[in-house]
């Protein structure tokens, strides 16, 4: 059974930081081109980064440049997003996914496979 599961979500100060992460199971990550969304209340699912299959330059969502960065663990058959400086508009759940492919794109029509969600709440 093809599987992503994420963890590392939980309530944080402004200007704090969170690591996420978000173990595949039942496929090799390495071949899969990775990204991050969010959904927040009363908003629409919006694409965060994302990460070739072969690597390269990340994908990020302009509002999270400078903050957020993604990176993968093969060995470990593991993503991650560790998030620095988060403001209160970063509040929302953050959502793993993957697909077979090369390249990667901030759309989520292009995922396969997608995470259960972790929430992220930044309050003081």
């Known amino acids: 059974q093809l599987q992503l599961v994420e963890s590392g979500g939980g309530l944080v100060q402004p200007g704090g930081s969170l690591n996420l992460s978000c173990a595949a199971s039942?496929?090799?990550?390495?071949?899969?081109?990775i990204a991050w969304f969010r959904q927040a209340p009363g908003k629409e699912r919006e694409g965060v980064s994302c990460?070739?299959?072969?690597?390269?330059?990340?994908n990020y969502a302009d509002s999270v440049k400078g903050r957020f960065t993604i990176s993968r663990d093969n060995a470990k058959n593991t993503m991650y997003l560790q998030m620095n400086s988060l403001k209160p508009e970063d509040t929302a759940i953050y959502y793993c996914?993957?697909?077979?492919?090369?390249?990667?794109?901030?759309?989520?029509?292009?995922?396969?496979?997608w995470g259960q969600g972790t929430q992220v709440t930044v309050s003081s």
């Open positions: 039942g496929f090799t990550l390495d071949y899969y081109a």
């Open positions: 990460v070739s299959s072969r690597g390269g330059n990340p």
């Open positions: 996914a993957a697909v077979p492919a090369s390249i990667c794109r901030l759309w989520g029509g292009l995922y396969d496979y």
